[in-house]
């Protein structure tokens, strides 16, 4: 089954790994934020090992995106971000797991001090489930 783990943040300035740049992270002890970049090496590691991790990427600041939306019978383009948002689509991994069970475990692991993480089921073309 896959799933798509999305990584919501809003690091001032914008930059990667986002944790390095929001205030609750950097707050943090430094010995448990290497404890904690650490574990999620780890983490990606053995999902490379064992299969799971199908890919995953950074973004670009939000102020970089382009939006394409139908209008008057074209498409309209206009500069990012979507909207006013305290957050961010940050990053992103693809993910293919046994089950729900595990996407959520692991979901759980990416989330970091002042982020938002968002575990979605991917769908098939045509628009069913797995």
């Known amino acids: 089954m896959k799933y798509v783990i999305l990584i919501h943040s809003n690091p001032q300035p914008w930059g990667h790994p986002t944790g390095d740049y929001l205030p609750e992270y950097q707050a943090m002890p430094p010995e448990r934020r290497d404890r904690m970049t650490a ?43 979507y909207s006013e948002a305290k957050e961010h689509l940050a990053g992103f991994f693809l993910i293919d797991v046994e089950n729900q069970t595990r996407a959520e475990e692991i979901a759980a692991q990416f989330a970091g001090p002042g982020e938002t993480v968002e575990l979605r089921p991917t769908m098939w073309p045509g628009g069913d489930d797995q």
């Open 39 to 81: 574990d999620f090496e780890k983490l990606l590691g053995e999902m490379r090992e064992n299969g799971e991790l199908v890919t995953g990427e950074a973004l670009g600041a939000p102020e970089s995106s382009r939006l394409y939306r139908w209008d008057d019978g074209k498409p309209l383009v206009t500069d990012g971000p």
